[in-house]
């Protein structure tokens, strides 16, 4: 990016499955900046739903690269949180992850390069004195990240480990007439968003050449048209789909919600195929 800031500012991100009633998360932020009290916290979400790591994962690997280099992202989705899964430390060059060895960093792993480096994190010193078998995000992620803000470094906290723990996403495949994907989350416009990515998109469409390219989504007889913003599709009151901003398939139903319209929910097959194929099966 021209003219990216610099911070001199320690920034620590939060993403957890916490909600945002009670006192799970204010707690973290009282630790952090007991610790280190120039620390810029920035809440990504606490919205994750309730132990999902690869939503965690995602929206996490979704979200990072656009903060300044340096900054600490604290990941807390822990369903096997007081068992023997590994607290960690991830740094890939220009980021740092703090957050248990679960999945939740499978993202940031995966998009790494030789750089990254994972501590396995067992130095007692740098938690609070009282540790919860419960509440490791406030006893033992928060003070970690507060701790290497402060610009303890990585190995400080434990040895160097490489078996980290990845959970691979099911990626769409190349079938007859087409491409087929799933919808894999959605948002809280009602948006359904799919694992079939704009390069996919692009390959189908120079494959098909002079074929327009439709959507079809697991029992349901109709076709989807891909537009290019969702006005386009709203001025006719239809469902249609398009490349979102993270470069994925999305279906969607102009100021509506297409989840609720068509009655479709994460895990539904989705084809990505062309016009004349699609009219071809109808007929069959």
Known sequence: MRGEAISTQPIITLTTDFGLRGSFVSAMKGVILRINLNALIVDITHEIEPQNVLEASRV???????????????????????SSRRPVVL??????????????FSKVITEADQRLRGYHITESRYFLPEVSSTFHGRDVFAPVAAWLSRWVSCGSFGDL???????????????DGGVEGKITHTDRFGNLITNISADLIEAEKHELSKDKLAVRVE???????????????GEQNKTGALINSEGYLEI?????????????????KVTLCSNNSFARQGEA
């Open 219 to 233: 029992g349901k007889d109709e076709a989807f048209d891909l537009y290019s913003f969702y006005n386009e599709a």
């Open 91 to 104: 740094h890939d060059g220009k980021h740092y992850f703090v957050g248990p060895d679960n999945g939740v």
């Open 252 to 268: 969607f139903f102009y100021r509506g919600s297409a989840q609720n319209k068509l009655g479709i929910n994460v895990g539904a």
């Open 60 to 82: 996490l690997g979704e979200s990072y690269r656009y903060f300044p280099d340096g900054t600490i992202h604290i990941c807390v989705v822990d369903p096997g949180v007081g």
């Open 161 to 175: 480990i490489s078996d980290f723990t990845v959970i691979p996403e099911e990626e769409p495949k190349k079938i």
